[in-house]
């Protein structure tokens, strides 16, 4: 995958390793709003901001290892993995009313980052 040189665009929530401070630093999960309630036309904004996560942190001389990406309606959620340059899409779509699942998965992305530590 042929990375652009510069990537603009806005995310709607931007999760970062640091979290107590009001400058984004390092940031490794990437939230967007699915448009219109539909969340596959979220999925190629989603990928393009997970990169230029990457981006930044390369930029900063950051090591994240992975990036992940949410896409939501709030009521549903598809999750995505940035691992070089390979983006894993969970095929499988989570929604509200499976909240032990939801969690079970935020649990999972927050192990991941307390272990890379």
């Given at each position: 995958?042929?990375?652009?040189?510069?990537?603009?665009?806005?995310?709607?929530?931007?999760?970062?390793?640091k979290?107590?401070?009001?400058?984004?630093?390092?940031?490794?999960?990437?939230?967007?709003?699915?448009?219109?309630?539909?969340?596959?036309?979220?999925?190629?904004?989603?990928?393009?901001?997970?990169?230029?996560?990457?981006?930044?942190?390369?930029?900063?001389?950051?090591?994240?290892?992975?990036?992940?990406?949410?896409?939501?309606?709030?009521?549903?959620?598809?999750?995505?993995?940035?691992?070089?340059?390979e983006?894993?899409?969970?095929?499988?779509?989570?929604?509200?009313?499976?909240?032990?699942?939801?969690?079970?998965?935020?649990?999972?992305?927050?192990?991941?980052?307390?272990?890379?530590?």
């Open positions: 995958m042929s990375e652009p040189d510069n990537l603009t665009g806005e995310c709607d929530f931007i999760i970062s390793l979290g107590d401070t009001y400058f984004v630093e390092s940031p490794v999960i990437i939230i967007v709003e699915a448009k219109d309630d539909d969340i596959p036309l979220g999925i190629p904004q989603c990928i393009a901001l997970m990169i230029a996560a990457r981006q930044f942190n390369e930029n900063e001389v950051k090591t994240v290892d992975t990036i992940y990406g949410c896409v939501t309606t709030g009521t549903e959620w598809q999750f995505l993995k940035l691992i070089d340059n983006v894993l899409i969970n095929i499988e779509v989570l929604f509200i009313k499976e909240l032990s699942t939801l969690l079970g998965v935020w649990q999972n992305i927050v192990n991941h980052y307390k272990q890379s530590a």
